[in-house]
């Protein structure tokens, strides 16, 4: 009965041991540390083992018991106790000693960040400033604020733990792309965020030019009267950029392929990362960090006419919510109503939001970066037409919200995560760290 009951001690004070370790596992600390916090949580269960074996895979002597492929966040601790016998002691045999051994997990986990990589990532700069233009800035790496999203996101990757966690790369302008797919090697997923480049489409066309214009956005420059682009200084370069343009807009004015914010195309290739039978992972914890400094307004289908002038692509209300299918429930359930003919890029984005959380279970994370995804129009109430947001203190009013903010706390509430507006990129860092450090915490309570 006394080993009985000591050993059921013994077992909880190493499964307590075990989740302890992991919990370091999980922040990255070295085996010391591990070792440290097993024995802690040993004496404090009123166990005490100097000599207890704390062990995670060592890939110089590889245990397949926790050196397992694909890797796993395994802790292994082993302690040992001794009873003190009462009848027993009457034949000789005054003690005897226990054992016992725990596994413990820490669940790897697989994030995909997607990142808004169109025009606007240079809007930090000046109008009249060359860095202004993705064609100058992107060789140089100095495109603003898109620099401080990759060094956020490279911040972030450092607090991972590789191999055990995954990154895969989603960027999206007029169209999504992936960038690179899961990969457990931390030095490929910072060169590929190192890499990252803010869209450049090439420049606009002649306007005299007798080809029918290519559908799209691209760079236009100031011209002179003949239509040439001014190059005054000759290095090949338009002396004065004014943004992207679309020519195909001017001639049929319908805008489908002219914006460059794909949210729902981002989303729905970061739920696609997680279906890839090559890198298909179920034990894995599912996780999509989104950032965007806009609204939905790329389509995957063509644009409703009644979107064809600003905001393109995106009806006026950023609460209006339209099903393409009329048995989409989770759509539906949202409080959209069945109108393909007015479904538009903003109701497609939150279709994929639902297919990322609800279809994938994965978590989203989601960013809003600068003015523009709280400033897009319309800036009324809502409920209430003649009364101006600024009238209002901001944050009090959910309906004052722009398109692009209601967007992200759409998907972070149905992703079960969290939305977070930065300013301006010097406080992405920060936010990548906290997202960070709530992964940690979910993982070990």
């Not at 609800?358 to 995804?373: M, S």
């Amino acid at each position: 009965g006394l080993v009985y009951l000591n050993h059921g001690k013994l077992r909880r004070a190493v499964d307590a041991a075990a989740l302890a370790a992991t919990a370091q596992f999980r922040e990255g600390y070295d085996t010391d540390d591990l070792q440290k916090a097993a024995l802690e949580f040993l004496v404090l269960n009123g166990i005490n083992d100097p000599s207890a074996i704390v062990e995670v895979c060592d890939p110089n002597d590889p245990d397949p018991a926790i050196c397992t492929d694909p890797p796993r966040k395994l802790v292994r601790v082993h302690a040992t106790s001794i009873v003190k016998l009462t009848f027993m002691s009457v034949l000789g045999i005054h003690e005897t000693s226990i054992s016992a051994t725990a596994v413990s997990e820490a669940a790897s986990m697989d994030v995909v960040l997607v990142i808004d990589a169109s025009e606007s990532m240079t809007y930090d700069a000046a109008r009249d400033d060359p860095m202004f233009d993705p064609g100058q800035c992107n060789p140089l790496d100095n495109c603003h604020p898109f620099k401080e999203v990759k060094a956020a996101a490279a911040a972030f990757v450092d607090q991972l733990y590789f191999p055990y966690d995954r990154v895969a790369i989603v960027t999206f302008d007029d169209k999504a792309r992936t960038d690179l797919s899961f990969s457990d090697n931390k030095a490929a997923v910072l060169a590929a965020i190192n890499g990252l480049e803010v869209v450049d489409p090439g420049v606009c066309p002649h306007p005299d030019s007798t080809s029918p214009p290519v559908p799209g956005p691209c760079r236009e420059y100031e011209r002179d009267a003949a239509g040439d682009i001014i190059d005054a200084d000759g290095d090949g370069v338009g002396d004065v950029y004014k943004g992207f343009d679309c020519p195909v807009y001017h001639l049929t004015g319908n805008p489908d392929t002219c914006p460059t914010t794909a949210i729902g195309q981002g989303l729905k290739f970061a739920g696609n990362e997680f279906g890839n039978k090559d890198t298909f992972r179920q034990e894995a914890l599912w996780v999509v960090i989104l950032l965007t400094d806009g609204a939905a307004n790329a389509p995957t289908l063509a644009c409703p006419n009644n979107t064809w002038t600003n905001p393109y692509c995106r009806d006026l209300s950023p609460t209006t919510r339209h099903c393409f299918q009329d048995d989409n429930e989770s759509c539906l359930a949202a409080g959209g109503v069945y109108w393909p003919e007015r479904y538009d890029a903003d109701d497609f984005a939150r279709d994929m939001a639902d297919f990322v959380s609800e279809d994938q279970k994965a978590l989203i994370f989601t960013i809003g970066l600068g003015d523009l995804v709280r400033t897009s129009v319309p800036r009324l109430r809502i409920n209430d037409p003649t009364q101006k947001c600024t009238e209002v203190p901001y944050d009090a009013v959910e309906d004052c919200y722009g398109a692009g903010e209601q967007l992200m706390r759409y998907a972070a509430d149905v992703g079960g995560g969290k939305y977070y507006y930065a300013p301006s990129g010097n406080q992405l860092r920060a936010i990548f760290l906290d997202i960070a450090q709530y992964l940690a915490t979910r993982l070990t309570q």
